[in-house]
């Protein structure tokens, strides 16, 4: 059971970025998938998740209009694509996985976790 992030990397401000994390070992589709992040010195903030049941997305403020969720079930492969991005959004992402969850934005709800793919903004 393994989660894959990746397409992290240096950008300008404005500029965009689309991260993949693809599941091996189960099938995403089952499961709600977030999208945290976190910053040198700061704690792991939620992102985004998609919803297992409906595919109905959930941002957090600070990216908000900016980023969006998507989830190609053939390809077993969740997306954040982002837009606009800003200095602040620098951090390594981190994709995970809950089964049939509904917290959200809380860590420790999620069962599986990626490895994490370095996102730095450039001013």
């Known amino acids: 059971v393994q989660l894959q992030a990746s397409g992290g990397g240096l950008v300008q401000a404005g500029g965009s970025l689309r991260l993949s994390c693809a599941a091996s070992g189960f099938t995403l589709d089952y499961y709600t998938i977030g999208w945290f992040r976190q910053a040198p010195g700061k704690e792991r903030e939620w992102v985004s998740s998609?919803?297992?049941?409906?595919?109905?997305?959930y941002y957090g403020n600070s990216v908000k209009g900016r980023f969006s969720m998507s989830r190609d079930n053939a390809k077993n492969t969740a997306y954040l694509p982002m837009n606009s991005l800003k200095p602040e959004d620098t951090a390594v992402y981190y994709c995970?996985?809950?089964?049939?969850?509904?917290?959200?934005?809380?860590?420790?709800?999620?069962?599986?976790w990626g490895q994490g793919t370095q996102v730095t903004v450039s001013s």
């Open positions: 998609m919803s297992s049941s409906d595919g109905a997305t």
């Open positions: 995970a996985a809950q089964l049939y969850g509904t917290n959200y934005a809380f860590p420790t709800a999620y069962n599986y």
